[in-house]
């Protein structure tokens, strides 16, 4: 079975400063996506990237950019600039080549400061 | 385009009662998912309907059903609710299996 961890329970970042956000994920499969979500207090889950596995080069979405390592399993996601409205939770989130089955992570709270 | 929608967004039940939530998709998708929100589990996902078909299903008990209808729109129920099931139930909807899910705002469930 496919798992998503989220190593980081809560992460901060100064406004205007850059933050990581960590992923790994566990598959047999060669061909998946992954996704990294974006939960807000008022709880609407918002897609912020997304990653083809059998892309070699990282997705990129404005300000939100990734890392992806597919040999390490690894998926994290990198905010530049950070905002004030950044501040949610990020699930990662794997899916398997066809099919709408997410599997997420536990999330991380991200905190900005002004 | 109108996104997802959910009804109720909020709902109180008693123990043993049964629910129906509903989630009516984007116009044009034909695959609808649902996931479990607690703070204890995390985001589960419950089952996905294609085309009136349930396609996928996750690990939940018997209790947990669903279905859609040919206009796409979907209904779960939950029969014989226990305290546990309170949760933010989220419906998410896609054209097919290949593009992104666009999620609604959810019903919150609470079981008295």
């Known amino acids: 079975a496919q798992t998503v961890t989220q190593s980081q329970p809560e992460m901060s970042v100064q406004e205007a400063e850059t933050v990581t956000l960590s992923c790994t994920y566990d598959t047999s499969e060669s061909d998946y996506y992954l996704f990294w979500y974006k939960q807000p207090p008022s709880r609407q889950m918002i897609l912020v990237i997304r990653q083809e596995a059998y892309k070699q080069q990282n997705a990129t979405e404005n300000r939100f950019s990734v890392n992806f390592q597919k040999a390490a399993k690894s998926f994290s996601l990198k905010i530049s600039d950070s905002q004030l409205g950044d501040a949610a939770m990020y699930f990662c989130?794997?899916?398997?080549?066809?099919?709408?089955?997410?599997?997420f992570g536990a999330g991380t709270i991200l905190r900005v400061k002004s | 385009k109108a996104g997802v929608t959910q009804t109720p967004r909020y709902l109180i039940k008693t123990r043993g009662q049964q629910v129906t939530l509903s989630c009516s998709p984007i116009s044009g998708h034909r695959s609808v998912s649902w996931y479990q929100q607690t703070p204890g589990q995390g985001l589960q996902f419950l089952f996905e309907?294609?085309?009136?078909?349930?396609?996928n299903k996750g690990n939940f008990p018997g209790r947990f059903s669903g279905r859609q209808f040919s206009n796409s729109r979907s209904e779960m129920n939950v029969s014989t609710l226990e305290l546990g099931d309170s949760a933010l139930y989220l419906c998410a909807s896609s054209l097919d299996g290949f593009n992104e899910q666009f999620f609604g705002p959810g019903t919150r469930l609470t079981v008295l």
């Open positions: 989130a794997y899916r398997v080549e066809y099919g709408n089955k997410l599997v």
């Open positions: 309907y294609f085309s009136e078909t349930q396609r």
